[in-house]
């Protein structure tokens, strides 16, 4: 007996639709690995309506008082946590993350990133007026950019469109969101949830694949192209959005350095980066994946790593001893495994390294050491639950083959020498550096990289301003 799939739709000036042409795509629950819903998969048409109504209600939007869209988007946030429980349920649906950490990792952080958000769109700053030629006096004036194209990615559905709506809808802008098309689940309910608080337009989300993100990137009428994704995806937005010289903001690929020197307390080092390395099955542009150990205390740091990983579980979202689910998609699992059986000799797998089960796209927690610099493993993003340790001699070694990547997101310094950490936070190219932690974020500091992890930033004050844009209006005193 078949089941029905639930039928997911576009929010598009603020009604929910069908694809224009009545085509969908089936969206697959990773646990199971069987499909729950379909989605529009949307095409030139469905692109077009969303947006003229992101365009027709731009005006209107943009000259609201920053304390109307303050109280908006704190409606927003308190609707948020009304409905929690509705995104945790469609989130996990979505990804298969456990559902006590999605409720007590996501929401809090989501709510309060929109909050903050609210607050920013009252405190714009800038040159003050003044006269800097005789009889003339110079104001700057920050204004929103236009209609946002924003495309989320499928590692965190629900917080990465937080981190893209609300700075852009804080400045003023309009936007139409693209989830990835194996998480739209949770998109579409934020849109529902938007949907009662904002005009009709101002926020629309469009489905599809690959090919519905370049129609929306294409397009003539957004301002600015925002996407978090892959290295690849962000190159063909650049190159897309170059033809209209559209802005582009974009947060791709991560290969975080974890340096850990001799004088580290192993034990606490341990628990923190085995966390923060399988987290969300390593499914983070920030995970600490790429560990390396100072080579008098490797042997000791790769037995008590490898030890936490085999200790660590992942399985059901229902299961509270799982800290992490299954990878996201059929392809993940494949490029997931393949870099493990593409491993060259003098490496060693010390845990892990397989499939779990066989329903499902569930990962063994994985420790490889004995690895290289020039390692595929090494080079490459994996994004999955595999930790790679190599061993480094001293401080200047440590630094070159932790920025001996063409990543530069996130990473960090393990040691109790404060001059040895402030030095490793000047060398380290990355857009952010952790001193003995990795991971946490606040919404009042940057998320964004260099080199290949892209380039804007998500969160704070520097995020909010990437979505404005800068006047300069002068007037004579003599008129």
Same mark, same amino acid.
């Given at each position: 007996?078949?089941?029905?799939?639930?039928?997911?739709?576009?929010?598009?000036?603020?009604?929910?639709?069908?694809?224009?042409?009545?085509?969908?795509?089936?969206?697959?629950?990773?646990?199971?690995?069987?499909?729950?819903?379909?989605?529009?998969?949307?095409?030139?048409?469905?692109?077009?309506?969303?947006?003229?109504?992101?365009?027709?209600?731009?005006?209107?939007?943009?000259?609201?008082?920053?304390?109307?869209?303050?109280?908006?988007?704190?409606?927003?946030?308190?609707?948020?946590?009304?409905?929690?429980?509705?995104?945790?349920?469609?989130?996990?649906?979505?990804?298969?993350?456990?559902?006590?950490?999605?409720?007590?990792?996501?929401?809090?952080?989501?709510?309060?990133?929109?909050?903050?958000?609210?607050?920013?769109?009252?405190?714009?700053?800038?040159?003050?007026?003044?006269?800097?030629?005789?009889?003339?006096?110079?104001?700057?004036?920050?204004?929103?950019?236009?209609?946002?194209?924003?495309?989320?990615?499928?590692?965190?559905?629900?917080?990465?469109?937080?981190?893209?709506?609300?700075?852009?809808?804080?400045?003023?802008?309009?936007?139409?969101?693209?989830?990835?098309?194996?998480?739209?689940?949770?998109?579409?309910? !934020?849109? #529902?949830?938007?949907?009662?608080? &904002?005009? $009709?337009?101002?926020?629309?989300?469009? *489905? @599809?694949?690959? +090919?519905?993100?370049?129609?929306?990137?294409?397009?003539?009428?957004?301002?600015?192209?925002?996407?978090?994704?892959?290295?690849?995806?962000?190159?063909?937005?650049?190159?897309?959005?170059?033809?209209?010289?559209?802005?582009?903001?974009?947060?791709?690929?991560?290969?975080?350095?974890?340096?850990?020197?001799?004088?580290?307390?192993?034990?606490?080092?341990?628990?923190?980066?085995?966390?923060?390395?399988?987290?969300?099955?390593?499914?983070?542009?920030?995970?600490?994946?790429?560990?390396?150990?100072?080579?008098? !205390?490797? #042997?000791?740091?790769?037995?008590? &790593?490898? $030890?936490?990983?085999?200790?660590?579980? *992942? @399985?059901?979202? +229902?299961?509270?001893?799982?800290?992490?689910?299954?990878?996201?998609?059929?392809?993940?699992?494949?490029?997931?495994?393949?870099?493990?059986?593409?491993?060259?000799?003098?490496?060693?797998?010390?845990?892990?390294?397989?499939?779990?089960?066989?329903?499902?796209?569930?990962?063994?927690?994985?420790?490889?050491?004995?690895?290289?610099?020039?390692?595929?493993?090494?080079?490459?993003?994996?994004?999955?639950?595999?930790?790679?340790?190599?061993?480094?001699?001293?401080?200047?070694?440590?630094?070159?083959?932790?920025?001996?990547?063409?990543?530069?997101?996130?990473?960090?310094?393990?040691?109790?020498?404060?001059?040895?950490?402030?030095?490793?936070?000047?060398?380290?190219?990355?857009?952010?550096?952790?001193?003995?932690?990795?991971?946490?974020?606040?919404?009042?500091?940057?998320?964004?990289?260099?080199?290949?992890?892209?380039?804007?930033?998500?969160?704070?004050?520097?995020?909010?301003?990437?979505?404005?844009?800068?006047?300069?209006?002068?007037?004579?005193?003599?008129?």
């Amino acid at each position: 007996m078949s089941t029905e799939l639930r039928r997911l739709r576009n929010y598009i000036d603020g009604e929910f639709l069908d694809a224009a042409d009545g085509r969908t795509t089936e969206v697959i629950n990773p646990v199971t690995g069987a499909a729950y819903a379909t989605a529009p998969l949307s095409g030139q048409a469905d692109v077009d309506a969303a947006m003229a109504a992101a365009a027709a209600a731009f005006p209107a939007w943009r000259d609201q008082t920053p304390s109307e869209r303050q109280r908006a988007l704190l409606k927003i946030a308190d609707a948020f946590e009304e409905r929690a429980e509705e995104l945790i349920a469609a989130e996990v649906e979505n990804t298969g993350k456990p559902i006590g950490l999605t409720r007590s990792e996501e929401i809090p952080p989501m709510v309060d990133q929109i909050r903050f958000f609210a607050g920013a769109a009252r405190m714009l700053e800038g040159r003050s007026a003044g006269e800097y030629m005789e009889g003339l006096t110079s104001i700057v004036r920050r204004e929103p950019i236009g209609v946002c194209a924003q495309v989320a990615p499928w590692n965190y559905p629900m917080m990465m469109a937080v981190w893209k709506f609300a700075p852009a809808l804080a400045a003023g802008n309009t936007v139409v969101l693209k989830p990835s098309d194996t998480t739209p689940a949770s998109t579409v309910l !934020i849109a #529902d949830i938007i949907g009662s608080i &904002l005009p $009709k337009g101002v926020f629309n989300v469009v *489905t @599809g694949d690959r +090919d519905t993100g370049r129609l929306m990137v294409e397009h003539h009428t957004p301002a600015m192209a925002s996407i978090t994704g892959s290295v690849r995806a962000g190159m063909s937005v650049a190159e897309s959005a170059s033809k209209d010289l559209k802005r582009v903001h974009l947060e791709l690929g991560g290969k975080a350095p974890v340096v850990v020197f001799e004088d580290t307390d192993i034990a606490k080092a341990v628990e923190d980066i085995s966390v923060a390395g399988f987290f969300n099955a390593g499914q983070d542009c920030t995970a600490a994946t790429r560990v390396l150990v100072q080579e008098t !205390i490797h #042997d000791e740091f790769v037995a008590a &790593l490898a $030890k936490a990983a085999a200790e660590t579980k *992942t @399985g059901q979202p +229902d299961d509270e001893d799982v800290l992490y689910g299954p990878l996201n998609n059929p392809n993940q699992l494949k490029q997931v495994s393949g870099f493990i059986e593409r491993l060259p000799a003098h490496a060693k797998v010390e845990t892990g390294g397989h499939r779990v089960g066989e329903v499902g796209f569930f990962y063994a927690p994985t420790v490889v050491s004995g690895l290289k610099q020039d390692d595929e493993i090494i080079q490459n993003e994996v994004f999955g639950p595999v930790i790679t340790v190599q061993s480094f001699t001293d401080e200047a070694q440590a630094i070159e083959w932790a920025n001996g990547v063409e990543f530069a997101l996130a990473s960090s310094v393990w040691t109790k020498d404060h001059g040895r950490a402030m030095r490793l936070s000047k060398s380290l190219d990355f857009g952010c550096v952790w001193i003995n932690t990795h991971i946490p974020l606040v919404a009042e500091m940057p998320h964004g990289g260099f080199k290949k992890s892209g380039y804007g930033k998500d969160l704070s004050a520097y995020g909010f301003e990437d979505y404005t844009r800068i006047k300069h209006v002068m007037t004579s005193l003599d008129a």
